[in-house]
């Protein structure tokens, strides 16, 4: 018998099919339980770990204390499950597959001789930890939870916010291997059905054998990527105050199983200015916040550029702004000193990740010393580049998608080189490169990457620019 047939009223043949299947005598953590509940005999297929250990225990000591004429009413799986199984979440199937991948997923799977059903009690719980702050999305006032790797407390965390029926959670299942359970979870009302239905679909014809790197692998199945362009169509967000809000929005979230990370789909270039902190401070505040936010996203991209534009052109320095040029140059060309710089950041990214928590501290102070004051003794670059460099490193983290971070550093490289390649032409050929490369990009939804500016749609811009009240936008 394979995974796709059913099983049949042979218990022993039945219990030879899943024992195989399942391959308890190669695995340690499947086990089988046997015992004996009225009359009949039963088998208990669970996975150690997944299992809550005081339900099943409570299960056990019931069906195990039926007698025999107890028993004898119940002429299929249907009737005995009705009778006798007190646990609120059970189901039938007689699908070999499904028993299995249920299983493997966590539920309790008894098989019952006589009976060509098996009855499944989804009384499993996960390894998790606790629902804490997100450490990469954190603000001021507000909440203090975020998104964990156990699905089902996703899902929680957005229904304690949201009580009404329209919100919908639709799971799917992605991958032939790993059968990854995925959440769409959306409004019904607000949410695109047509965008609705599009992303159902592709997520249903999702054909690989797992999502290895969770909801990224999925992501790049739903938005295929394209190498030359590294703007990310995707927003995530581990905070369900913030994810909720999208919901109300009419953004469709996408939850996968072993992620922190929820998906907002669509996502165009301007949802990335906005933060949560913005909505816990008073509109204007929020506003003012919101602004800066943006002049520094635009400072982060263009700041080291136009310095070296200008500082290769000093015909172009007006009076007032002397100050900007390079007062004590080195040997190394500055273009090479940007680059280097550019490269050593990123480094020092990487390894701060593999840093241990109690080491941080003297790693922060080292890199400093590296790259401050020991870097400009030793000439290797000047004063200006490093505290042009380290403004644009620290600018980064005011947005707080690291995707569109790095879509930033490598125009903002891109530009660089170019300027110093072909001067005045270079640095509009890479500014011209960037912007038709993000006029030319879609949304998931099909929609302008550049909405609500490209097409225009002023009242849409102005929300975006401007930190709107909350009962506005709830109203």
Same mark, same amino acid.
């Given at each position: 018998m394979k995974q796709g047939e059913r099983l049949t009223p042979d218990y022993a043949g039945n219990l030879r099919t899943l024992d195989g299947l399942l391959r308890i005598n190669e695995s340690f953590d499947i086990v089988g339980r046997e015992f004996t509940t009225g009359s009949r005999r039963a088998k208990l297929y669970f996975i150690d770990g997944f299992a809550k250990d005081e339900v099943m225990e409570k299960i056990l000591e019931y069906l195990m204390g039926l007698s025999p004429g107890d028993t004898e009413p119940a002429e299929d799986a249907s009737q005995y499950c009705e009778r006798f199984i007190t646990y609120v979440e059970a189901d039938l199937s007689d699908q070999c597959g499904d028993i299995v991948t249920g299983v493997l997923s966590g539920t @309790?799977?008894?098989?019952?001789?006589?009976?060509?059903?098996?009855? +499944?009690?989804?009384?499993?719980?996960?390894?998790?930890?606790?629902?804490? &702050?997100?450490?990469?999305?954190?603000?001021?006032?507000?909440?203090? $939870?975020?998104?964990? &790797?156990? @699905? /089902?407390?996703?899902?929680? @965390?957005?229904?304690?916010?949201?009580?009404?029926?329209? @919100?919908? +959670? &639709?799971?799917?299942? /992605?991958?032939?291997?790993?059968?990854? $359970?995925?959440?769409?979870?959306? +409004?019904?009302?607000?949410?695109?059905?047509?965008?609705?239905?599009?992303?159902?679909?592709?997520?249903?014809?999702?054909?690989?054998?797992?999502?290895?790197m969770s909801q990224e692998s999925l992501a790049e199945c739903l938005v295929r990527p394209r190498w030359y362009n590294p703007f990310p169509r995707v927003r995530y967000t581990e905070r369900p105050d913030a994810a909720t809000a999208s919901v109300f929005e009419g953004s469709i979230l996408v939850l996968v199983d072993n992620s922190p990370s929820v998906m907002i789909l669509p996502a165009s270039l301007f949802d990335f200015v906005q933060d949560t902190n913005d909505y816990y401070f008073p509109p204007l505040v929020g506003t003012y916040l919101r602004l800066v936010r943006i002049a520094v996203f635009l400072l982060t991209l263009l700041l080291t550029p136009v310095w070296y534009l200008l500082v290769k052109n000093p015909q172009l320095i007006p009076g007032w702004l002397e100050f900007i040029q390079v007062q004590e140059p080195n040997g190394v060309p500055l273009i090479v000193q940007l680059l280097i710089i550019e490269f050593i950041i990123d480094g020092l990214k990487l390894a701060s990740l593999n840093t241990p928590s109690v080491l941080s501290n003297s790693f922060s102070v080292v890199g400093a010393l590296i790259l401050g004051d020991f870097a400009v003794k030793a000439r290797w670059f000047v004063p200006e580049v490093v505290l042009y460099m380290a403004f644009v490193a620290i600018a980064n983290f005011t947005q707080p998608s690291f995707e569109l971070g790095y879509a930033l550093k490598l125009y903002r490289m891109l530009i660089l080189i170019l300027t110093a390649l072909f001067n005045y032409w270079g640095f509009a050929a890479g500014v011209l490169i960037m912007l038709l490369t993000a006029a030319g990009t879609k949304t998931a939804t099909g929609r302008g990457y550049l909405y609500p500016l490209i097409p225009f749609h002023p009242k849409a811009l102005l929300s975006l620019l401007v930190r709107q009240p909350i009962s506005h936008r709830n109203s």
């Open positions: @309790l799977a008894l098989l019952i001789e006589g009976y060509a059903q098996a009855i +499944m009690i989804d009384a499993r719980t996960y390894p998790a930890r606790s629902v804490a &702050e997100p450490d990469d999305d954190r603000v001021l006032r507000g909440s203090r $939870d975020g998104f964990v &790797e156990t @699905l /089902v407390h996703n899902t929680a @965390l957005i229904r304690r916010r949201v009580r009404d029926p329209a @919100l919908t +959670m &639709e799971i799917l299942t /992605v991958g032939q291997k790993s059968k990854t $359970d995925v959440v769409l979870c959306y +409004m019904k009302g607000a949410a695109d059905e047509k965008f609705l239905s599009t992303i159902r679909k592709k997520i249903g014809d999702i054909t690989i054998g797992a999502l290895t």
